[in-house]
């Protein structure tokens, strides 16, 4: 079947996530809200943003800064109301820009009124919304862990047994075995969708299905892989997913994405094979572990052709089958331009040179607030200064087993931290960076943003920001960039990263220098002829050459008709 011709609009745009907490804050409290979204549309439009995934905003004790809901259908309190929902979603249409909401059901709050019935009797009526186990020799059912550090079991009192967490102990997973559960949840999906809104993002949605009688993880020494492996992907995933899409998302021209995690792409076709009718797209993490050590957790520095083979193998598992996605940075990442880049003297080639890679690539590209400004990693100085619950009980782990260096541990958030993505966003000069005129931010704001900043960056024409507003509108409408094939022309190069996107009519190269080091290169056989350069993140970049010396960071991309 060769279905990836079909035209869809999320394939032809691409996405701008907002982290609403961080965003901009209209009511002086120090916490972005929907009313500072709603303020910053016009922002948005002019860089030239057409869909929002906007992080929960669903009411929450924000354990997990809102991926713990409390009810699905009220608005947090900090963020607003309904009333303040309908005027952004109102005010987004008016800019024809559509909205995309987080869909976190893998697990609720534990305040969920569910919850707060479930954990009541063994025979409450919600009871199996959630997912009990017995104890065994009174320790926890099995081996399992949380994601975020300890036991992925906490114990009950009134029930004598253990729920499931794959989560902190705030957010018991649910039951998707349970009918009554789904039911409930489509119906809840169907609210939001029947008041406008375009589709979901959805919150580990590979995690849904637990394996047949819960397992014992069996440990090999790469935590991450073991835990996600065993999570991911259980026997019923696609059944509930069809199910889904059959009950709600059949009936609506929406966009579904599912934060892959522990998706590969040899799972890739099952979750998005446009025959499939599960979901449109997925996000996978596989470029995210490249600079992880597997074993030690510890950074690693990214080797670029293990990189280009991530995008190689999912560009191949999808073809003529689904649609790809790429990113570089969501809410959970440090700041790509710290982390694959170089945030200083480079800053701008580099941050630019990423922005070529994401918006070239044969993928829809999702992209995530301050990226358009180079916005990089921050100092933490003090581990009090960090939110991320990750985090927290990461150090709280260190210190019981007897690692008690807050040097130690903090020289490693600098580098992993999510907190790094969830500083606010930097707009003006003024103090607390314009995000909001309280004194105390729910976050530290970068103390970079005198010059980082959206308003600076709006002033200068040659910033990192006008680069983005230009390469999103080239994008836009260029056939050949949404829907030409792919094909890396050199697989092995340490430095330079080099490909191809074509149709019959039209070829667009793409030459990245990933290094910071100027690169010599020959170009590949394969390119005859490169025709007119057509975006390049240097003023002087030149035109045809056998062989091009490549500037730090550099990116250029040509545009020929096909011989
Ligand atoms: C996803 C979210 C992350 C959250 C976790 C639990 O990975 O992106 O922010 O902590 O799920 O909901
Ligand atoms: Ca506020």
Request: aromatic residues 14%.
């Amino acid at each position: 079947m060769n279905n990836t011709t079909t035209q869809q609009w999320w394939k032809e745009t691409f996405v701008y996530q907002i982290y609403p907490r961080s965003f901009k804050d209209s009511n002086h409290d120090g916490i972005g809200d929907l009313k500072g979204i709603t303020q910053s549309l016009d922002y948005l439009k002019k860089l030239g943003v057409e869909v929002i995934w906007l992080s929960p905003i669903f009411k929450s004790p924000n354990d997990d800064n809102g991926y713990d809901i409390s009810d699905y259908q009220e608005i947090m309190d900090e963020f607003g109301t309904m009333a303040d929902f309908d005027e952004m979603l109102a005010e987004m249409k008016k800019r024809e820009i559509k909205l995309i909401l987080d869909l976190v059901v893998n697990h609720s709050s534990d305040e969920h009124h569910w919850f707060q019935e479930a954990k009541k009797s063994k025979d409450n009526p919600y009871r199996d919304y959630y997912i009990w186990r017995e104890g065994k020799d009174g320790q926890a059912p099995n081996n399992w862990v949380s994601m975020f550090g300890g036991s992925a079991w906490e114990y009950n009192p009134a029930t004598e047994d253990y729920y499931l967490h794959l989560f902190t102990c705030k957010q018991p997973d649910l039951n998707w075995q349970n009918p009554a559960l789904r039911k409930e949840i489509y119906q809840m999906m169907r609210f939001w969708l029947d008041k406008g809104v375009d589709g979901f993002r959805m919150d580990v949605i590979p995690f849904i299905s637990k394996q047949e009688g819960l397992p014992d993880i069996q440990y090999t020494g790469q935590l991450l892989f073991d835990i996600v492996n065993q999570y991911a992907n259980g026997p019923q995933v696609h059944e509930f997913l069809q199910e889904m899409h059959r009950e709600v998302l059949a009936a609506y021209e929406v966009m579904s994405v599912g934060e892959g995690i522990g998706v590969y792409a040899k799972d890739a076709y099952e979750y998005v094979g446009e025959d499939r009718k599960e979901l449109n797209l997925i996000y996978y993490f596989d470029h995210m572990f490249l600079d992880r050590d597997a074993k030690t957790d510890k950074p690693i520095s990214l080797e670029l052709p293990r990189l280009k083979q991530v995008i190689r193998d999912w560009d191949e598992a999808l073809k003529g089958k689904g649609w790809n996605t790429f990113y570089l940075n969501n809410h959970d990442q440090p700041r790509s331009v710290s982390r694959f880049g170089e945030d200083t003297q480079y800053r701008y080639a580099s941050a630019t040179m990423l922005a070529t890679l994401l918006f070239t690539l044969k993928a829809t590209p999702f992209m995530y607030q301050g990226e358009e400004l180079g916005m990089t990693n921050t100092t933490f100085t003090d581990i009090e200064d960090l939110n991320d619950v990750w985090m927290r009980n990461l150090w709280a782990k260190w210190q019981q087993e007897g690692k008690n260096n807050p040097k130690d541990f903090l020289a490693f958030a600098n580098i992993t931290s999510r907190d790094h993505a969830r500083t606010p966003f930097q707009w003006d000069d003024s103090p607390q960076a314009g995000f909001t005129d309280s004194e105390k931010p729910w976050l530290l704001v970068n103390t970079n943003y005198p010059k980082i900043n959206a308003q600076e960056a709006q002033a200068d024409k040659n910033s990192i920001w006008h680069y983005y507003q230009k390469i999103i509108s080239l994008r836009k409408g260029n056939h050949t960039l949404i829907y030409g094939d792919y094909t890396d022309l050199d697989p092995q190069h340490p430095q330079v990263f080099v490909y191809v996107r074509e149709t019959k009519e039209e070829k667009i190269t793409v030459i990245l220098n990933f290094s910071p080091q100027e690169v010599i290169y020959e170009l590949p056989a394969q390119i005859t002829h490169l025709g007119e350069i057509f975006i390049s993140n240097y003023p002087d970049s030149q035109g045809e050459a056998a062989h091009t010396v490549l500037k730090p960071y550099e990116a250029k991309v040509y545009c020929a008709a096909q011989s």
